[in-house]
């Protein structure tokens, strides 16, 4: 006795069962890549407008989508949009710091934090640290405590060096001395009790505006790689 053989579109039903399956999980994975490439893409806009004068800033976050092998597609394909360099979380303490806002603190109780001012060199695209002046200039800094009615808890100050025609700081060696220089009491750093860190980025906002448009982006998915066959 011949089993019966049920078909459609003049195929096998279980051929055509194990192709709309492949269809359905090919829309969602080219969903998924969808909304996490414009997520990504969003992520970095909004770190350019946070930080223009950074060429770095939109480097700052990577997208990923799995499965991840090529030509793999999975009805249960994910997405992850996280920051770069961050240990044991997905977003660096920086990025978590200007998306939610913070106050930062020195790490001991009542310790200051030393905000460097424009007189401060520049070292690998950042203004260097109390340690790194000390040691390019051969100066301790001189502590120079707030007056009655300022703000703040102090300054940081080199008093045994003088400044150049572009008004950086110079060592006040014997020649300059000769060219009638003089030592000046130059600040080098304002000391804070804390800081306060603004929110410059909108990461959750962006998250969700794409999360909201999933099913939209699905349906369109679909529509274009199954076509009559949904």
């Known amino acids: 006795m011949l089993a019966p053989r049920i078909s459609r579109f003049g195929r096998p039903m279980p051929d055509l069962l194990a192709a709309w399956r492949h269809d359905v999980a090919t829309a969602v994975q080219a969903s998924v890549y969808e909304a996490e490439t414009g997520m990504t893409e969003e992520f970095r806009d909004d770190l350019g407008a946070a930080f223009p004068g950074s060429r770095r800033a939109r480097t700052l976050v990577t997208g990923r989508v799995y499965p991840d092998r090529q030509g793999a597609v999975s009805i249960n394909a994910a997405g992850s949009v996280v920051g770069r360099g961050g240990k044991n979380s997905p977003w660096p303490l920086p990025l978590k710091a200007f998306n939610e806002g913070a106050e930062i603190r020195g790490a001991a109780q009542g310790a200051s934090l030393a905000i460097p001012t424009a007189r401060v060199p520049r070292v690998g695209g950042r203004r260097m640290t109390v340690a790194e002046v000390e040691a390019r200039f051969g100066e301790k800094l001189t502590f120079i405590p707030p007056k009655d009615g300022q703000r703040g808890a102090g300054m940081l100050v080199l008093e045994q060096q003088t400044t150049g025609r572009s008004g950086g700081v ?3 060696s014997a020649g300059r001395v000769r060219q009638g220089r003089k030592a000046q009491a130059l600040v080098m750093f304002v000391l804070v ?20 448009t999933m099913p939209s982006i699905l349906d369109r998915q679909a529509s274009r790689i199954m076509g009559g066959r949904a």
């Open 193 to 212: 009790p804390k800081v306060k860190v603004p929110t410059r980025l909108h990461f959750e906002a962006i998250a969700k505006r794409w999360a909201d």
């Open 170 to 172: 110079r060592r006040l």
